[in-house]
């Protein structure tokens, strides 16, 4: 066939060549099973008809990630070439245009020269049928397929990554391996030897890892490398099996190795956080490896910030969240998820939600925070019930609590933005309808997996009670002062005191309640003495734990608790009302309520009090 461009030329301008080719690649395709070395042959001729663009556009298709609206992501390479690489591009150009047409042609010789060339070409490209063998090659035997793989990673690896020139060729063997790859992935991780390089699967992805650790500039080359890294990790999710999993970690820790690379995934931000988050959606439960899932939100996280992605990163975080089908937010991930949404609401409150490039309400990161609670709620309940083992079941319940509470201190953090009204009163919400839940409700799908009285205390030990002594702690300090803070205070307060008589009864069932309930007790009479000068919220205060002693009397909660642990709570609770408040007690002795009381009489309107009133009560005393 000769060499140079003339040589190519003349592959196909010569009739018997033609013909030769048609017949060969015929062969190839017939044969393609027992192909072995005689692929080096194929692919060198692929080559040479890829450099004089006789191959069908569909011959591989390079395919790419879509955002949001379905629209593939746009190529910032071929668009932002330097001055100096446009002009050596013409100049190539140049060049090629003398060789194919010989000086002294006339301009009506030269086009219908090029009239007939062209009908050539496509009469050529359509008997060739090139489609046919990509096909079949998909379709062979295991070790045709891995001579192939052999032979286009072999011609890649000849390229120079840093030359445009080459760049092409080196493009053409990755997508064509890719190709073979993704049509072959099961039977290849089927194949796939751990910690052996020589399998088929691993030497593609050898070559991507080559590529990415060579170029050292954001290339068109570089971008197929990552887009075609991240689609082998998703498809290979398919299998479900320990080879696919090998090969999500690799490709997962090859992206954080280039990250760390400065300038070397510049351009391609939005690739890999799109990218990432469809393997996050897709292979959600495949991954069960706690390090892959703290890379893929290190790859997202570190993109946050970024003016240019940090609408992609949102809306991947979010509707992986949101994704309830997918059922992939676990024990693993969730505390990464909270990482990544504080992350989230710190850029907000830094940068303002009018910053170019992210459109983003701090109002839909509390909100994504109630997706979370939702999702780890059915992952809670899923597991309960279906859980055969025990000491499997306790195991969990542990780790899904801890990463609950981790939830609500997260959301009890946005209470105290009072720079933002939004977001405090979006938060607020949100804990009310969390809190306010009734997990031990018969009639409602909680009632299959009811959170136990440990549970709850662990909330108001961790949460609840911290959350509300940090706004008493700073109570009257130079940063705490206004109508506003004064009334966060007392919706935390009367959030926290409806959320124990919501549940009470579950509380109640535990042997030390006594302990817990007079604790909490305690604590309100520290904080009302940091109340000293601040008549209207020590009233409010003295008459929420009025209400809530009043609620405990009438339901029964102090006597059923004597009856079922012997301790009596209500004697107790009298005693500790006094260095309360006097006033109170005497009121609450004047309506009845008393421990050496029997019969009690309380006035009509105290009569009427019902368990499902008591977060009426409370609420009335705080408003």
Not at 216 to 223: D, E, G, I, K, Y
Not at 332 to 348: G, K
Not at 467 to 473: I, P, Q, R, V
Request: charged share 20%.
């Amino acid at each position: 066939s000769g060499t140079g461009t003339h040589g190519l030329r003349a592959l196909v301008s010569t009739k018997k060549v033609v013909v030769g080719a048609i017949v060969w690649l015929k062969l190839a395709r017939r044969h393609v099973s027992v192909l072995r070395r005689a692929w080096d042959d194929v692919v060198t001729y692929l080559l040479a008809l890829h450099a004089l663009e006789y191959l069908p556009d569909t011959l591989v298709e390079m395919d790419d990630f879509t955002d949001s609206d379905g629209q593939i992501l746009p190529n910032s390479f071929t668009e932002n070439q330097t001055d100096q690489e446009q002009s050596q591009d013409a100049g190539m150009l140049s060049s090629l245009m003398t060789m194919l047409w010989a000086p002294g042609e006339s301009s009506q010789q030269q086009q219908q020269q090029n009239v007939a060339e062209s009908d050539n070409k496509a009469v050529f490209i359509q008997q060739l049928d090139l489609a046919s063998l990509l096909s079949s090659a998909r379709a062979a035997d295991p070790a045709s397929v891995h001579a192939l793989l052999l032979s286009l990673c072999g011609q890649a690896r000849k390229t120079e990554y840093t030359y445009a020139q080459e760049e092409g060729k080196c493009v053409f063997c990755l997508e064509f391996a890719v190709s073979l790859v993704l049509g072959n992935i099961g039977r290849l991780l089927e194949h796939t030897v751990e910690e052996d390089s020589s399998d088929s699967l691993s030497i593609v992805m050898g070559l991507i890892n080559e590529i990415i650790s060579n170029c050292l500039a954001p290339s068109l080359l570089m971008q197929r490398a990552v887009v075609n890294l991240l689609r082998i990790a998703i498809r290979a999710s398919d299998t479900n099996g320990p080879s696919s999993k090998k090969v999500i970690s690799s490709c997962l820790n090859t992206l954080a190795s280039a990250r760390e690379s400065s300038k070397r995934l510049q351009g391609l931000e939005n690739r890999v956080v799109f990218g990432v988050g469809q393997l996050m959606r897709i292979s959600g439960n495949v991954i069960t490896d706690r390090r892959d899932w703290e890379t893929i939100f290190s790859l997202l996280n570190a993109y946050i910030a970024d003016d240019v992605c940090k609408s992609s990163c949102w809306e991947t975080v979010n509707t992986f969240l949101s994704d309830s089908a997918a059922g992939s937010v676990n024990g693993l991930n969730a505390d990464l998820c909270i990482i990544s949404l504080r992350l989230f609401l710190d850029d907000a409150r830094q940068q303002g939600s009018q910053q170019s490039g992210f459109h983003l309400v701090k109002g839909a990161i509390v909100q994504s925070f109630g997706t979370l609670h939702s999702r780890l709620n059915e992952l809670r309940i899923m597991t309960v019930t279906s859980s055969q083992d025990n000491a499997d079941k306790v195991a969990f319940v542990q780790e899904w609590t801890q990463v609950w509470l981790v939830t609500l201190q997260a959301c009890f953090r946005m209470v105290d933005d009072t720079k933002h009204p939004d977001v405090t009163s979006h938060a607020l919400n949100l804990l009310e309808t969390v809190l306010l839940s009734d997990f031990s409700d018969p009639e409602t799908s909680h009632s299959k997996a009811p959170l136990t009285s440990e549970q709850w205390k662990l909330c108001f030990q961790e949460v609840l009670f911290p959350s509300l002594a940090a706004k008493f702690e700073n109570h009257g300090s130079s940063a705490d002062t206004g109508e506003k803070s004064d009334s966060i205070k007392l919706r935390v307060l009367s959030l926290i005191c409806k959320t124990f008589m919501s549940h009470i009864k579950v509380l109640a069932s535990s042997p030390d309640f006594s302990i817990f309930w007079l604790k909490f007790l305690s604590m309100l009479t520290e904080w009302k003495g940091k109340l000293a000068g601040s008549k209207a919220m020590e009233e409010a205060m003295l008459q929420v734990v009025q209400n809530m002693v009043v609620v405990l009397y009438t339901q029964g909660a102090f006597q059923d608790f004597k009856d079922n642990h012997g301790t009596d709570v209500w004697e107790l609770t009298w005693t500790f009302l006094g260095s309360l408040s006097t006033e109170m007690k005497q009121s609450l002795q004047e309506a009845g309520l008393a421990p050496d009381g029997e019969g009690l009489q309380l006035p009509p309107e105290n009569q009427q009090i019902e368990p499902d009133s008591a977060n009426s009560v409370v609420t009335e005393a705080t408003t």
